[in-house]
C-alpha cells in the first residue's frame, strides 16, 4: 500500500468529501482512504487512455439507449452500480405502486431512498432518479409523482 501527504488540498473540496464518505461508512478512519482510492481510480479511468474504460472517443456521440446498465456508475459497467440499482427498484417499488394506484408521492421520497443507497452526490441522485423515471415512464409535476400522461 501507498502513502499519500498531500499539501494545499482546498478546505472546501475536502470537507465535501468526508460528508459523503462518513455517512457512508459510519466513520472516517479506514474508509477515507478507501473512498480516496477508489476516487484516484475513478480519475485515472477518465483521463488516461491506457486502462480507460471509455468505449467512445471525445467528440464522438454515444449510444444512450443502454445507458442504465452499460454507462452507471461513471462509464464503467460495474457489479455494483447494478446491484445499486437493482437495491433502489426494490426499494421504491411501493411509491411506484402508489403513484400507478392514485396516490400522491412527493419526488423528495424517492430521493431519501436514492441517498440512503447511493449516496449524497446530487449528480448521482439525479443519475438513479433519471434511471427510475425512465424504467417506469414516470414525471415530476409540481414535486410530485405522476405516470406519463396523466
Given at each position: 500500500?501507498?502513502?499519500?501527504?498531500?499539501?494545499?488540498?482546498d478546505?472546501?473540496?475536502?470537507?465535501?468529501?468526508?460528508?459523503?464518505?462518513?455517512?457512508?461508512?459510519?466513520?472516517?478512519?479506514?474508509?477515507?482512504?478507501?473512498?480516496?482510492?477508489?476516487?484516484?481510480?475513478?480519475?485515472?479511468e477518465?483521463?488516461?487512455?491506457?486502462?480507460?474504460?471509455?468505449?467512445?472517443?471525445?467528440?464522438?456521440?454515444?449510444d444512450?439507449?443502454?445507458?442504465?446498465?452499460v454507462?452507471?456508475?461513471?462509464?464503467s459497467?460495474?457489479n455494483?452500480?447494478?446491484?445499486?440499482?437493482?437495491?433502489?427498484?426494490?426499494?421504491?417499488?411501493?411509491?411506484?405502486?402508489?403513484?400507478?394506484?392514485?396516490?400522491?408521492?412527493?419526488?423528495?421520497?424517492?430521493?431519501?431512498?436514492?441517498?440512503?443507497?447511493?449516496?449524497?452526490?446530487?449528480?448521482?441522485?439525479?443519475?438513479?432518479?433519471?434511471?427510475?423515471?425512465?424504467?417506469?415512464?414516470?414525471?415530476?409535476?409540481?414535486?410530485?409523482?405522476?405516470?406519463?400522461?396523466d
Open positions: 500500500m501507498g502513502r499519500l501527504n498531500a499539501r494545499n488540498i478546505d472546501e473540496v475536502l470537507k465535501k468529501f468526508k460528508t459523503i464518505v462518513i455517512p457512508r461508512h459510519g466513520k472516517l478512519h479506514g474508509a477515507f482512504s478507501e473512498e480516496l482510492t477508489e476516487a484516484l481510480q475513478l480519475y485515472l477518465a483521463y488516461s487512455e491506457e486502462g480507460s474504460t471509455h468505449t467512445h472517443r471525445r467528440g464522438e456521440k454515444k444512450t439507449k443502454d445507458r442504465d446498465m454507462y452507471m456508475n461513471g462509464g459497467p460495474t455494483k452500480g447494478k446491484r445499486t440499482y437493482e437495491t433502489i427498484k426494490s426499494k421504491t417499488s411501493h411509491l411506484v405502486n402508489a403513484v400507478y394506484n392514485g396516490g400522491d408521492v412527493s419526488v423528495n421520497a424517492f430521493k431519501r431512498i436514492i441517498r440512503e443507497y447511493a449516496g449524497l452526490d446530487p449528480r448521482t441522485i439525479k443519475k438513479y432518479l433519471n434511471l427510475l423515471f425512465e424504467e417506469y415512464d414516470l414525471q415530476v409535476v409540481r414535486g410530485y409523482v405522476r405516470p406519463i400522461g
